[in-house]
């Protein structure tokens, strides 16, 4: 039987096991919002096509399965853009349908035209402009494919009306075969066991885990790596909550804003074992600096990633599980071995637990202003173990990277890489939908906020019990917190003047709205919230000028923190 | 330094943008590039011209084969291969002139091409180095316009690429 080519899309994605997708309709879409009416496919309606994404990125991250969004052509792609560059920064695994003129009318300036597949072919792992309804199916195969293997990432179909009309058989390919792409996931055998002796040999081990970790699955076999051979644990902002973070080989974050402890373990480490991660910038500090005494062991599914900031001594590339997976069954081969090494990592351990003592995680407590630090510190009690939280991009989001404790994976969803303000609401959104009852919290700042904020209406229209937490300093904080220590406190327009009123912004749209002023009533407005049906907004009228710290400026050493402003 | 790859590439609609994006998106140099279809007409293949160092041409042929579209990078550092280059060259014919043109041409084993009162089309082919070099000859005579196609390689001996 033959199909028209947006019935073959719907069930191509039925076929993927898509059940739920974000999007908003347009002109040239508007044959697949008619047929989505009978599917069984359910249709979020996001406020904006930024959010869109951003909703299928968190519904991924949260889930693990592929996000899917859809958007019309022209300002509908356009507007997806930061959202699939902050999927494709993080690696999130996501299939993102856009409409296109008529094949016949592609470039001629026609009416909500523009060239989606140029203008996303550097922030996509692949995209397609389908030009016959024939190849539909397999493309939509592929693109599934692609954004799931390897190193996942966004793909783009750019679907013509016309395509969308026309008609094919349909017959969705079970198998897919790619000449240029054939992602290496079985780990070198060879290499894994020299690793293996490199980290029963070492006498000062770290092991630096990044979003592989969480891409991948691995926690639990980290955490048996970690326990076994007794190495600390950091993690970037990506890994964060594949290794819990109450455990007492966490280390915490490093990096800019990382822990004392994290980055002095870092520089004196004599072994760094890089599990998923890509030495950014934000992690390293000044490169020539970093991990100055240690050898370098890379684990990462994509070369391109090794060797393209730091020098490696031992290069792995294979899935991240695969690796460690064999890791683990080695050293279980190797038990006296292993008690050995363990023994010989004592002077190692206490090294760690004075710095950890010297400086630890901590911040001025207050009785008359609220602390930011304090309000993720009581969002950490007051909330459940398996609550998901998301961030925007600032201050608060290392606050909360530094405050809160994950102990589960998949329950932080950030943009690490593109540091996109206004992710974190239609994340947040996109989380809730995977998860109806799980606890979700966007933490936020005042500024991130009112990107997006407008996806109140969503959160209210399915019902979507999202908690969002906003620090309002009236300040774009961390821009503000650099123009204090970099640019002798010239506040150029960082200051937010206009004073929204969250809690009628909140009401306008049919949400609850809650404010805390002091500190005592931060633990009572939070409590009410969680208890609270439907989204709610907490308002927290923080201290103004307080800063993230430690802090390593930009292009110094790790070992160079700042401690204190 | 000057590094030559070949790439093959799924013949696809918007394959040379994907390759020629990589290249300006993340800084790396292209000299010259040239690229049709081979014996397989579902592949292209591309001779890229690059210049960096080892490092900088690590990163090159890495995020060159992470491309979808990528199937084979052949790096020719270090290997022994044939480069040849094209040129077409319209240079000024006078009659005071004509003799010394065909002359060069005959030293560069070059050919005329098209012939008009006032001027000569010489094709040439050879490495870049010759090429050059005879352009630098014919440069006095007048050239009005010239094109090289950038250069094309194969490795010696008896392995193509598939089997290597």
Redesign the interface.
């Known amino acids: 039987m033959k199909l028209t080519g947006s019935k073959i899309l719907l069930e191509s994605l039925i076929q993927e096991g898509v059940e739920t997708i974000f999007g908003y309709p347009g002109g040239t879409v508007i044959n697949i919002y008619d047929d989505l009416m009978g599917s069984s496919i359910k249709h979020v309606l996001t406020r904006h096509e930024q959010a869109a994404v951003h909703a299928a990125d968190g519904y991924a991250r949260a889930t693990g399965k592929v996000g899917v969004a859809i958007a019309t052509s022209g300002p509908g792609a356009t507007n997806t853009i930061t959202g699939i560059a902050t999927a494709y920064m993080d690696s999130i695994p996501m299939v993102v349908i856009t409409g296109q003129v008529p094949t016949g009318l592609i470039g001629n300036d026609a009416f909500q035209e523009a060239d989606t597949v140029g203008l996303t072919r550097p922030i996509t792992k692949h995209n397609y402009l389908v030009r016959d309804v024939k190849d539909l199916a397999l493309i939509i195969k592929k693109a599934f494919y692609i954004a799931r293997t390897g190193r996942p990432g966004p793909v783009v179909i750019d679907l013509p009306k016309d395509v969308q009309i026309d008609k094919a058989k349909f017959e969705y390919p079970d198998k897919v075969e790619l000449r240029g792409y054939k992602p290496t996931y079985s780990g070198n055998m060879r290499m894994i066991v020299k690793a293996v002796k490199m980290m029963l040999a070492a006498k000062k081990p770290v092991l630096y885990v990044g979003g592989g970790a969480t891409l991948t699955d691995s926690h639990a076999e980290l955490l048996k790596l970690a326990e076994a051979l007794q190495i600390p644990v950091t993690t970037t902002l990506m890994g964060m909550a594949s290794f819990p973070t109450r455990h007492s080989l966490s280390l915490g974050m490093l990096g800019m804003h990382g822990t004392y402890y994290a980055n002095m373990a870092v520089t004196s480490s004599d072994l760094l074992i890089a599990l998923g991660a890509r030495f950014d910038d934000r992690v390293t500090g000044k490169i020539s600096t970093f991990a100055p005494h240690a050898k370098i062991i890379h684990v990462d599914v994509d070369p391109t990633s090794i060797k393209k900031n730091v020098r490696v001594d031992l290069p792995i590339v294979g899935d991240l599980l695969d690796v460690l997976k064999k890791m683990n069954k080695k050293l279980a081969e190797h038990k006296d071995e292993v008690a050995q090494a363990n023994l010989a990592l004592k002077p190692w351990h206490e090294e760690v637990a004075a710095w950890r003592k010297d400086h630890p995680m901590s911040y001025k407590p207050s009785k008359k202003e609220i602390k930011p630090q304090f309000v993720i510190e009581k969002l950490r009690e007051l909330s459940n173990d398996d609550a998901i939280v998301t961030t925007e991009v600032g201050q608060h989001q290392m606050w909360t990277a530094q405050f809160f404790d994950f102990t589960q994976p998949r329950t932080f969803l950030s943009s690490g890489g593109l540091g996109t303000m206004g992710y974190g609401l239609p994340a947040a959104l996109g989380a809730q939908v995977a998860f109806p009852d799980r606890q979700v919290i966007d933490i936020s700042g005042d500024g991130s906020f009112q990107m997006n904020s407008q996806e109140l209406a969503t959160l209210v229209q399915y019902r979507l019990p999202v908690k969002i937490a906003i620090l309002n300093n009236n300040f774009l904080g961390m821009v503000r917190q650099w123009q204090q220590l970099f640019f002798d406190k010239r506040y150029s327009q960082t200051c937010m003047e206009l004073p929204i009123d969250f809690i009628k912004l909140a009401e306008a749209y049919g949400a609850t709205g809650l404010r805390a002023s002091k500190p005592e009533e931060v633990e009572e407005v939070i409590k009410k919230a969680f208890d609270t049906p439907g989204p709610v907004i907490m308002e927290f009228k923080v201290s103004r000028e307080e800063n993230v710290m430690p802090m390593v400026p930009a292009g110094a050493g790790l070992n160079e923190m700042v401690l204190a402003s | 330094m000057r590094h030559t790859i070949s790439v093959l ?2 013949n696809e ?2 394959v040379l ?2 390759i020629a ?1 990589l290249f300006s ?1 993340r800084g790396f140099n292209i000299e010259s590039l040239s690229v049709a279809p081979t014996l397989d007409p579902t592949i292209s293949r591309m001779t890229i011209v690059t210049s960096g160092d080892d ?1 900088i041409l ?2 090159v042929t ?2 060159l ?7 084979k990078i052949i790096d020719f550092t270090g290997e022994d291969y044939v480069e040849r280059e094209m040129a077409l060259i319209k240079v000024t014919a006078e009659e005071s002139t004509r003799a010394e043109i065909l002359r060069i041409c005959d030293i560069f084993r070059g050919k005329v091409v098209d012939v008009t009162p006032k001027c000569y089309t010489v094709e040439v082919t050879g490495s870049p180095v010759k090429v050059s070099a005879i352009i630098d000859l014919l440069r006095p005579m007048g050239i009005k316009e010239l094109v090289r196609s950038g250069p094309v390689v194969l490795g010696r001996g008896p392995k193509g690429w598939k089997s290597g």
């Not at chain 2, 084969?65 to 199937?71: A, M, Q, S, V, Y």
């Open positions: 590439v799924e609609f918007g943008t994907r994006g998106g490092r690590e990163q890495k995020q084969n992470k491309l979808i579209d990528t199937i």
